[in-house]
């Protein structure tokens, strides 16, 4: 993997409404992209990831899609909630590649009441 | 704590010291890595060890020195730092399927605030 392009740095939505964050990459040869959220103060964890043979994954409130030929996911979160508020970070990697990921900038979301 | 550990979590050293940081997982896991993470920076992959060997050195500098004794364990031994190496250390595993690749998710530990003086 090489670079992944993150955007925006900072979202502040309103709580109930829906956040977006968007990553680009460069390397047409990735195939699979994690997503994980880092509350303040804590570890960074999984929530959602897609591979390169699907195109959209949901799971509740927070979805994924993948345009493979524009190289480039989003992150869609729904009904947002003061928990949401978070660091996100996006990766692309390879499966066969040893577990090598190459992580976003992160978007700080934050959810105001 | 369960799954990945790291100690200490937090360290102040100075220029002239040697520390060394530690993980341990208790997941099976027989990958893991360490990332450098600063202040409004991606995560910087440093190191990743699959089965105790070392097939990733991202480009860091040799005051950083990673040792890997078994799968569950990994070291990161700190010399002559700089104040510019101040930030979270974060340690963390995957599985690895038989016959090589990985599933990727990677699980995290709360990492090591490092601060060099």
């Known amino acids: 993997g090489e670079n992944v392009e993150q955007h925006p740095s900072t979202l502040s939505v309103q709580e109930g409404d829906s956040a977006v964050i968007k990553c680009t990459y460069s390397?047409?040869?990735?195939?699979?992209f994690p997503w994980y959220k880092q509350e303040l103060g804590k570890r960074p964890q999984l929530i959602i990831d897609?591979?390169?043979?699907?195109g959209e994954k949901k799971d509740q409130r927070i979805a994924v899609t993948l345009n493979k030929t524009a190289k480039h996911f989003s992150l869609h979160i729904t009904e947002t909630q003061p928990e949401d508020s978070a660091v996100y970070f996006c990766a692309e990697g390879l499966t066969d590649s040893w577990g090598k990921l190459q992580f976003g900038a992160g978007t700080q979301v934050v959810v105001t009441p | 704590e369960t799954g990945v550990t790291q100690t200490p979590r937090h360290l102040v050293m100075g220029m002239t010291n040697k520390k060394s940081l530690k993980c341990e997982q208790h997941l099976g896991h027989n990958a893991m890595y360490w990332y450098k993470q600063s202040a409004k920076k991606p995560l910087e992959l440093m190191f990743v060890?699959?089965?105790?060997?070392?097939?990733e050195n991202n480009s860091v500098p040799s005051r950083f020195s990673p040792e890997c004794p078994n799968s569950s364990h990994l070291f990161l031994h700190l010399h002559t730092l700089q104040p510019e190496d101040s930030a979270l250390y974060l340690c963390a595993s995957s599985p690895v399927r038989t016959g090589g690749g990985s599933y990727n998710e990677q699980f995290f530990g709360p990492g090591t605030r490092l601060t060099v003086l």
């Open positions: 897609i591979r390169s043979n699907v």
């Open positions: 390397d047409s040869a990735s195939n699979y």
């Open positions: 060890y699959n089965f105790k060997e070392q097939t």
